[in-house]
């Protein structure tokens, strides 16, 4: 029989096959909000049970074009990234059915194996690009606690960053303004490449 920790190392060593689909711009937020040499791309998986994933990369750079200063900065260039992910999920609400896509995979099956294929797809793009620094985010509970998605989220950057090339200061930062549209503070983990 498996341990536990046997079980979840083959699991995620077993992504899901994801595949590239070019550039991505988001209509709104990110964008707009981190000016200068912004660029996106896209990747998209299927899961056994035929539910459609995908995966964004956003990079920018850390200080933006003159253009979009108002007051000098003298901080080192280099380029920030930021991902995000979804997963098709089903929904039925009096007699309606219907689909829509979600970062929250919890009570699925295979949960691990989506935070594999996210993973694998995090770690080519880092691989080709070698972004100069990480953003890893997610919300705080209600109670302004650390949910159970950054918790796994900081296991998770633990295991994998220095394999990458990545240092870690074993922080979470509540973002200054930016909240979920339930209201929720949004948390960043930073994660600097080594020689940075």
């Keep these: ?25 988001p209509e709104i937020g990110i964008k707009d ?10 990747y998209f998986f299927k899961t056994d049970d035929k539910r459609y ?13 003159a253009k979009y200063r108002t007051i000098p ?11 995000h992910f979804a997963v098709e999920t089903s929904w039925n609400q009096m007699g309606v059915q219907g689909s829509e896509m979600s970062s929250d995979i919890t009570g699925k099956g295979d949960a691990m194996r989506i935070f594999a294929t996210v993973l694998d ?3 080519a793009y880092i ?16 109670d302004d606690e650390i949910g159970s ?16 090339g990545y240092q870690y200061d074993n922080k979470v930062m509540t973002i200054g303004n930016r909240k979920t549209f339930a209201g929720l503070e949004l948390a960043v983990m930073k994660l600097v490449r080594k020689g940075f």
Aim: glycine share 8%; no cysteine.
């Design 1 to 25: 029989m498996k341990s536990f920790n046997q079980y979840i190392t083959e699991v995620f060593d077993k992504p899901y096959k994801w595949k590239s689909a070019g550039k991505s711009t």
């Design 33 to 42: 909000f981190q000016k200068g040499n912004f660029k996106g791309s896209q």
């Design 53 to 65: 994933g995908e995966v964004y990369i956003y990079e920018w750079d850390i200080v933006p074009p």
């Design 73 to 83: 900065v003298s901080q080192k260039q280099g380029r920030v990234m930021e991902m």
């Design 121 to 123: 797809v995090v770690g």
């Design 127 to 142: 691989k080709k690009n070698k972004p100069d620094i990480i953003r890893v985010m997610g919300t705080k509970t209600k």
């Design 149 to 164: 998605r950054l918790e796994l989220y900081k296991k998770l950057i633990k295991r994998y960053a220095s394999k990458l």
